[in-house]
Structures are given as C-alpha cells and as structure tokens.
C-alpha cells in the first residue's frame, strides 16, 4: 500500500511538474479563447512555404509551420523542431537533433502522424528537385548534401563554409506524406491549398469568399496558442479594410494604408504600432522587349518620375526615397548612391540618344514603332494610393512622350502574365526581404524562367560574377562592400525605377494583447498574443 501511495504521489508531482511547465511556457496568467479576424489587402496564390512568393502566403506559413531553428523577438536564433545542434569546426557540417514530441496536424479520417528525419530530408530534397518552382532554390544551392543519421537527427554538409548559415535552416518543413507527388511541388498539387505543418494554428476552412480559417493547434509542441481562431479576410480596396476595423468588422490590419493613419492615430480604441519590414516598392521592366532592353530607356523613365512628389501626396510622406535593390536599413543598403533626380529634360535627352524622335502625335518613335507599352496592375493593388501612383506614373511619362496603357488584372492572371508568360511591358510592385540582403533570385540570370522572380529578364555577367562573391564570401565586411558595388551597378543599370520604402503600421483593437510584431514575417510571436477573457467573441 504505501508504495502505491508513493507511485500516485509522485504521479501526481510529475503532473503538476507538466502543467506548469506548459504554463510557464505560455504564460498562465493569459487567457485561451476568442477569434481574432484581420485583413489582408488581395489574397494569397497558395498557401505552402514552398511555391509561395508572396508576403500574404508567407504570413500564412509562419502560422502552420515551423523550421528546424527560429527567430525570437531579440532577433536570436532559437531551436524549434530542432532542441539542439552542433557544428563542425570548419564550418561545413551541421547535425540537428530534432525534438521526439512534434506531431503534424491531422488529416480528417486519417491517424495524427509524428515528425521525424525523414520529413527534413523530404523538403529539402523537394525543394531542390529541378521541377518545383519556388524561390528557395536559389537560396539553399550552398548544400551540398542532406542525410538522415537516424529517426530524430539530420546532418547539412555544405559546400563551403558561409556566412549566418545556422539562420538559413529556418526554412519551413512540410510532411512527407503531404503533397500527393512525392518527388516535386507544383501549384497544382492539393496541398499548396489545403496544407498540413506542425506549427501553432492548423488550417480548417477557405470559405466562399476566401476567408482563410485558421485554428488553434491543441497538441502544438511549444504550448497551445491562446488565441482559439485567426481569420484573414481579404479585400481589394484599402479604403475598405480600413473602414471595416473602424466599425469591428475585423479585428488587425496587417498593412495600414499610411493615407488612413491619422483616422486610426485618432481613435482610442485601437493601437497603432510600427514595424521595420525591410521592403520598397518598384517599376520593373521586361528587358525581352528590344526598347527596354536599352538602359537609356529605363533611366529615361526614372528620369521622368517625380518621387518625392508621389510620395508626399499620396502616402502623406510616410516613407523614404531610394536609390537602388536593397532596403534601407538593411546593413547592404549603399548610402553613398544617391537617387535618380527628377529631370524630364534629361529624360527626353536620353531617348533621344536612344534614337527616339516625337511623332505626330506627340509620342516618341523608333523604326515607325511607336513608344507605347502595357502597365499591369494586380487589380488587389487598386486602392486609391495606387490608382494615383499608376495614374501619375502615366501622365509623367506622358510629358516626354511615352504612352502607357494602365490594365489592372485578377490577382492570378497578373501572376500568370508576369511570372508564367513574362507578358507585360511594365509592371507596379513591391519586395519584402529578410535580413540576409540576398537579391540573387531578383537578378542573377540563372532566375529567369516560368514563376522565377527574375521576371524581367535582366541578364548582366558582372552582377551575376558579384552576386555569387558575396554569397561565397565568409567576410561580412568583404561582402558588404560587394553588396555596395552591386547597389551601385544596379542603380545603374535600372532594371526597376526604384521608388520607396514605406514606414509599415499594423492597426488593431486594444482588446488583443501582448503583440509583438516579426519585422516580415509577422506572426512568428502570435502564439503568445492573447485577448482578454471578458473580451472575447
């Protein structure tokens, strides 16, 4: 009898032992419960870590999947489905011993299955394979090989020693038994629509008007969540969004449009917070085109833009002019090249130059060809900040005669149009990145082709040459100093007109709690956030 009761009173210590230690990773003074509704301006294309090049998709993943390591708020790397590793003395072997307690998220009908080795090795290899388009590729072509060691631990050999390459392993892991080819992912494989991780929220529905419902992952290895359900709605008008937080139709913007700022600063029932995305917005060209192939036509147009102008007016300032194909902030960034100045004088001179004569009509012309391109527009980037920017980009170009046609387009059509067929002239969008500073999938020429983000062609022995120095390079001074000629160069060369950075505002309720914010991928702390009890919906 007494060694019962001892059995049971160490039982019972060993549970109590479990339970605070669940509590103090999350925190038991926090409340579980409540949805928490946000809006995304357009929609995602898929929703796997894989084919996604895109930030709506990428915010996505971070809440269903993990990495072997992650990032924490002090900007540390941290271990996830990886609990420790090691690292070889020359700097080329990296074994991960992955943690025994992570389970994938279930299928319905079908048994909850654990994770292990064989899905590391899976997604690398996946990930490689010469027909999944994806725009990691690019970034993992430093490893050499990939082997499981046994169930719970993998090794990386790399091919050489590289700079922060223990952060690089925070590439999202899918499950082997998850995609329905087993050799290679493409968009049409169910799983980028209905996908399966190990991360804090679990996919349950896409409804009819493509709400994506997210919910709380009960078994998830770090702790369960607090928040029960995230919705992300989409909507293709800023202005829209912005008027649903304001009237509790959603509960978080994740991008604030800046010219709605000053209506939510001045509302006490919402918190304004800024974060650092490392991001900027371009034109970019598709060089395939004989007359964009031409540098002096590219800078002609930059020429013709008055930036500082558009951005004063319609983001109310909220931003900073920039001259080249890094962010500022990041530690690439070249100071020393200064932006392209609005000079349409200039302008005309250099399409001159190029061999451009004004026509009749008033519109340049070379060879009877008139200077007349398309400018495609996702139609989920139509707000009233980018309807101006598009209208005044037009009517600029316009004044040294250049025609521009404005087609605004569905979301996937104009993903098809620019990354499948490469059929367009001109193109508005935006790049967000992480700290790395790696643009080798933006410029080198081994990134053109179907859905590379090379989609304007841009092909340059020397950028190529420089890009992969500075990926070589184990001297982050040596490379910095590359990266600065390549800021130079491209400046340049003008395969985009580099327009801004934008200062990045989320907008919430107050009544959700303790948000921290990941600089670009955004949710990576959302399973901490909480909203209080009497609070909840």
Same mark, same amino acid.
């Given at each position: 009898?007494?060694?019962?009761?001892?059995?049971?009173?160490?039982?019972?210590?060993?549970?109590?032992?479990?339970?605070?230690?669940?509590?103090?990773?999350?925190?038991?003074?926090?409340?579980?419960?409540?949805?928490?509704?946000?809006?995304?301006?357009?929609?995602?294309?898929?929703?796997?870590?894989?084919?996604?090049?895109?930030?709506?998709?990428?915010?996505?993943?971070?809440?269903?999947?993990?990495?072997?390591?992650?990032?924490?708020?002090?900007?540390?790397?941290?271990?996830?489905?990886?609990?420790?590793?090691?690292?070889?003395?020359?700097?080329?072997?990296?074994?991960?011993?992955?943690?025994?307690?992570?389970?994938?998220?279930?299928?319905?009908?079908?048994?909850?299955?654990?994770?292990?080795?064989?899905?590391?090795?899976?997604?690398?290899?996946?990930?490689?394979?010469?027909?999944?388009?994806?725009?990691?590729?690019?970034?993992?072509?430093?490893?050499?090989?990939?082997?499981?060691?046994?169930?719970?631990?993998?090794?990386?050999?790399?091919?050489?020693?590289?700079?922060?390459?223990?952060?690089?392993?925070?590439?999202?892991?899918?499950?082997?038994?998850?995609?329905?080819?087993?050799?290679?992912?493409?968009?049409?494989?169910?799983?980028?629509?209905?996908?399966?991780?190990?991360?804090?929220?679990?996919?349950?529905?896409?409804?009819? /008007?493509?709400?994506?419902?997210?919910?709380?992952?009960?078994?998830?290895?770090?702790?369960?969540?607090?928040?029960?359900?995230?919705?992300?709605?989409?909507?293709?008008?800023?202005?829209?969004?912005?008027?649903?937080?304001?009237?509790?139709?959603?509960?978080?913007?994740?991008?604030?449009?800046?010219?709605?700022?000053?209506?939510?600063?001045?509302?006490?029932?919402?918190?304004?917070?800024?974060?650092?995305?490392?991001?900027?917005?371009?034109?970019?060209?598709?060089?395939?085109?004989?007359?964009?192939?031409?540098?002096?036509?590219?800078?002609?147009?930059?020429?013709?833009?008055?930036?500082?102008?558009?951005?004063?007016?319609?983001?109310?300032?909220?931003?900073?002019?920039?001259?080249?194909?890094?962010?500022?902030?990041?530690?690439?960034?070249?100071?020393?090249?200064?932006?392209?100045?609005? /000079?349409?004088?200039?302008?005309?001179?250099?399409?001159?130059?190029?061999?451009?004569?004004?026509?009749?009509?008033?519109?340049?012309?070379?060879?009877?060809?008139?200077?007349?391109?398309?400018?495609?527009?996702?139609?989920?980037?139509?707000?009233?900040?980018?309807?101006?920017?598009?209208?005044?980009?037009?009517?600029?170009?316009?004044?040294?005669?250049?025609?521009?046609?404005?087609?605004?387009?569905?979301?996937?059509?104009?993903?098809?149009?620019?990354?499948?067929?490469?059929?367009?002239?001109?193109?508005?969008?935006?790049?967000?990145?992480?700290?790395?500073? /790696?643009? !080798?999938?933006?410029?080198?020429?081994?990134?053109?082709?179907?859905?590379?983000?090379?989609?304007?062609?841009? !092909?340059?022995?020397?950028?190529?040459?420089?890009?992969?120095?500075?990926?070589?390079?184990?001297?982050?001074?040596?490379?910095?100093?590359?990266?600065?000629?390549?800021?130079?160069?491209?400046?340049?060369?003008?395969?985009?007109?580099?327009?801004?950075?934008?200062?990045?505002?989320?907008?919430?309720?107050?009544?959700?709690?303790?948000?921290?914010?990941?600089?670009?991928?955004?949710?990576?702390?959302?399973?901490?956030?909480?909203?209080?009890?009497?609070?909840?919906?």
């Amino acid at each position: 009898m007494k060694k019962i009761w001892i059995a049971l009173l160490m039982c019972t210590i060993l549970f109590a032992m479990t339970v605070a230690s669940q509590a103090a990773r999350k925190g038991d003074a926090r409340q579980h419960g409540g949805t928490l509704s946000y809006g995304e301006y357009g929609r995602p294309a898929t929703l796997d870590p894989i084919t996604s090049n895109e930030m709506i998709s990428l915010r996505l993943t971070e809440l269903i999947f993990n990495g072997l390591v992650g990032i924490n708020e002090k900007q540390e790397i941290v271990p996830e489905l990886a609990e420790r590793w090691e690292i070889s003395k020359d700097g080329r072997t990296y074994t991960f011993y992955l943690r025994k307690d992570v389970t994938w998220h279930p299928r319905e009908g079908e048994a909850v299955q654990k994770f292990n080795a064989d899905d590391v090795i899976f997604t690398y290899r996946i990930m490689k394979h010469p027909k999944t388009i994806t725009p990691l590729k690019v970034r993992y072509e430093f490893i050499e090989t990939a082997e499981k060691l046994d169930d719970s631990t993998v090794r990386f050999t790399l091919k050489r020693p590289i700079l922060n390459a223990l952060a690089k392993f925070s590439f999202k892991i899918i499950p082997q038994h998850g995609p329905r080819n087993p050799d290679f992912l493409t968009r049409e494989d169910p799983f980028v629509q209905h996908p399966i991780g190990t991360g804090p929220y679990m996919l349950q529905s896409i409804t009819a /008007d493509r709400e994506i419902v997210l919910v709380a992952n009960e078994n998830y290895f770090k702790g369960r969540p607090h928040i029960d359900r995230f919705v992300s709605k989409p909507f293709a008008d800023q202005n829209i969004m912005t008027q649903a937080l304001v009237y509790n139709a959603i509960d978080m913007i994740v991008l604030v449009n800046p010219r709605d700022i000053p209506e939510i600063q001045g509302n006490k029932n919402f918190i304004l917070q800024p974060y650092n995305a490392l991001s900027y917005s371009f034109f970019g060209y598709n060089m395939r085109d004989p007359l964009l192939a031409d540098k002096r036509v590219r800078k002609a147009f930059t020429c013709a833009v008055n930036r500082q102008e558009m951005l004063d007016s319609f983001f109310n300032g909220q931003g900073t002019i920039i001259s080249g194909p890094f962010a500022p902030g990041s530690w690439a960034y070249n100071l020393d090249v200064q932006p392209i100045p609005y /000079d349409p004088q200039q302008a005309i001179k250099l399409l001159t130059e190029a061999g451009f004569t004004r026509g009749a009509d008033g519109i340049m012309q070379k060879g009877g060809k008139r200077l007349s391109l398309s400018l495609k527009v996702p139609i989920e980037k139509e707000s009233e900040a980018v309807k101006r920017v598009v209208l005044a980009f037009k009517n600029y170009l316009k004044n040294i005669g250049v025609e521009i046609k404005v087609e605004f387009k569905e979301w996937q059509a104009w993903k098809e149009d620019v990354f499948l067929e490469h059929d367009f002239d001109i193109i508005y969008a935006s790049w967000v990145f992480d700290d790395s500073a /790696d643009i !080798s999938s933006l410029f080198h020429s081994a990134e053109i082709g179907p859905w590379k983000n090379n989609f304007g062609g841009y !092909s340059n022995p020397e950028i190529d040459s420089l890009i992969v120095e500075s990926k070589l390079t184990l001297d982050h001074e040596k490379r910095r100093t590359i990266n600065r000629k390549l800021h130079a160069l491209l400046a340049e060369e003008t395969p985009y007109t580099f327009l801004w950075t934008l200062t990045n505002y989320t907008a919430y309720q107050k009544k959700v709690r303790r948000v921290a914010i990941h600089p670009y991928k955004f949710f990576s702390f959302a399973d901490d956030w909480f909203i209080a009890e009497k609070e909840q919906k």
